[in-house]
C-alpha cells in the first residue's frame, strides 16, 4: 500500500473512532436513563424502595444505611409538584436527573430551614401554576422532559428505622394538573 492509501484508512478508522465516541457519550446515558424510567412504571408518582441488600441495583452502587425513594417524572403531563418532609436529625437529600442522568438539582437537610419542602418542577417556557402558600419551596427548570427525582435518607440508628420509613412515606410528586383535579 502506498503512503497516500495508508494516510486515508488512518484517516477513516480516526472518524469513525470519533462518531462512536461521539454517539456513545450522547446516547448511552439517554438509553440508560430510559430503560431505568421503563422499568419503574408509569411517571408522575413517588416510590418507595425497599431497604437495599446485597441483591439490589435499582439505585447505581446502593448503600443499605440509605433508604430511597425514587420519582420518575414526565413533564410533557403538565408542572410537577415535590413534596417531601425533611428530618434534621439524620442525613436526607433529594436530587433530581435529567434524561441523559445528568445530576440538576439537590439538596440536603442542611439547606432546608424548615421540617419539609415543596419542589415545582417545570420546563421552559411551561407557565407557573397558581400556587398556594409553602414554607419551603423550589421552583425548578429542568433541562429535559424526563427524568427522575431521587430522595435519600439516612437511617442513623436501626431503633429509628420505623419512624424514618414512615416519614419517608409521606412525599409525594404528581403533576399539579392531578394535584388540581382530586381536590
Known sequence: ??????MYWI???LAVAALVHI???YALPRRIMARTLARMGPPNYMRFGRRPDENSRGV?????DLLYSACPFDLSKGPLKITARVPHS???SVSAFDAATNNFFVRDDNQIAGDSIEIIALRPGMALPPLDNAPERVILFAPTTKGLFLIRLLIDDEKNLPALDALRHQASCATVAALRNSR
Open 1 to 6: 500500500m502506498s503512503r497516500r492509501e495508508w
Open 11 to 13: 484517516a477513516a478508522t
Open 23 to 25: 454517539a456513545t457519550i
Open 60 to 64: 447505581v452502587r446502593p448503600s443499605p
Open 90 to 92: 439524620t442525613y436526607w
